[in-house]
Nanobody
């Protein structure tokens, strides 16, 4: 069994900061690409940022220069530091990772349960 637990969401004023954390647990042999996605009401889920196992990073244009993704392979965590938050950043944020679990052949995509981020004055 593989699980991802997210934390760090909440309500923040425009211009504020939040830090999201996602911790993996279970029978994990290897973590590959990890990332954060978000989904606002009435919209499709979209990529926010992703980081490969060797540290290559991609950001959505809308968050470049404001968000920073990082990972700690030893702790099996991925973090998202969000600065200069805007009302349009309001969404449910989901952690995603490709995982090879013990006893499986190919990597499988896993999702966290989601954490709400609301940016409002």
């Amino acid at each position: 069994q593989v699980q991802f637990v997210e934390s760090g969401g909440g309500l923040v004023q425009p211009g504020g900061s939040l830090r999201l954390s996602c911790a993996a647990s279970g029978s994990i042999f290897r973590l590959y690409e990890m990332g954060w996605y978000r989904q606002a009401p009435g919209k499709q889920r979209e990529l926010v940022a992703r980081i490969t196992s060797d540290g290559s990073i991609n950001y959505a244009d809308s968050v470049k220069g404001r968000f920073t993704i990082s990972r700690d392979n030893a702790k099996k965590t991925v973090l998202l530091q969000m600065n200069s938050l805007k009302p349009e950043d309001t969404a449910a944020y989901y952690c995603n990772a490709w995982v090879s679990a013990y006893g499986t052949v190919a990597p499988i995509s896993y999702w966290g349960q989601g954490t709400q981020v609301t940016v409002s004055s």
